[in-house]
T-cell receptor, first 114, second 113 residues
Framework: AQSVTQLGSHVSVSEGALVLLRCNYS??????LFWYVQYPNQGLQLLLK??????LVKGINGFEAEFKKSETSFHLTKPSAHMRDAAEYFC????????????FGKGITLSVRP | DTAVSQTPKYLVTQMGNDKSIKCEQN?????MYWYKQDSKKFLKIMFS???????INETVPNRFSPKSPDKAHLNLHINSLELGDSAVYFC????????????FGSGTRLTVV
């Protein structure tokens, strides 16, 4: 079965600082990986996805992620944090097969300090 | 025009009651899902329907019964509500191509008192 692991539950950065949110995957086949963001009291919004094309994926709101097979990682980064980036971030993997499903990591809360 | 819409947004009800949550998508997707998000923000899939056919049914109490009248609608009916059912329930849709992510609704916060 495919899965993702997000270590830690909370990351705090200063406004303007680098954001790094970690995600590691486990998969015996090439994974399809996704990052979602959830703002308070809202649904989940797709930030970006990796689907075996370019290993460096750019998403919305200045976020990007790099797929590293050797490290089984798909970490999310943003060069300069904004206050509006404060939210919950979820890494997810979509399984193979006719009835594929999206399985989420436990999420990381990002706080941005003024 | 909302892509995936859920109603109601908030639902407060007493233990033992029966309630329904409705979901509609206008994206032309053929697969719809229900997820449950608990108090620790953990998201777990409950059900999935493809063209009105149930294709994923995780270990969910049979008090929960999904119904899909057509591929644009997926409703969730819950019988005999319990305190532990309190959570945020999200509807989502996608097509079956693995390269596509899911589009989520804004969620229904269910509180059982």
């Amino acid at each position: 079965a495919q899965s993702v692991t997000q270590l830690g539950s909370h990351v705090s950065v200063s406004e303007g600082a680098l954001v790094l949110l970690r995600c590691n995957y486990s998969s015996s086949v090439p994974p399809y990986l996704f990052w979602y963001v959830q703002y308070p009291n809202q649904g989940l919004q797709l930030l970006l996805k990796y689907t075996s094309a370019a290993t460096l994926v750019k998403g919305i709101n200045g976020f990007e992620a790099e797929f590293k097979k050797s490290e089984t990682s798909f970490h999310l980064t943003k060069p300069s944090a904004h206050m509006r980036d404060a939210a919950e971030y979820f890494c997810a993997v979509r399984s193979t097969g006719a009835n594929s499903k999206l399985t989420f990591g436990k999420g990381i809360t990002l706080s941005v300090r003024p | 025009d909302t892509a995936v819409s859920q109603t109601p947004k908030y639902l407060v009800t007493q233990m033992g009651n029966d309630k329904s949550i409705k979901c509609e998508q206008n994206l032309g997707h053929d697969t719809m899902y229900w997820y449950k998000q608990d108090s620790k923000k953990f998201l777990k899939i409950m059900f999935s329907y493809n063209n009105k056919e149930l294709i994923i049914n995780e270990t969910v109490p049979n008090r929960f019964s999904p119904k899909s009248p057509d591929k644009a609608h997926l409703n969730l009916h819950i019988n005999s509500l319990e305190l532990g059912d309190s959570a945020v329930y999200f509807c989502a849709s996608s097509n079956r191509d693995r390269a596509h992510g899911y589009t989520f609704g804004s969620g229904t916060r269910l509180t059982v008192v």
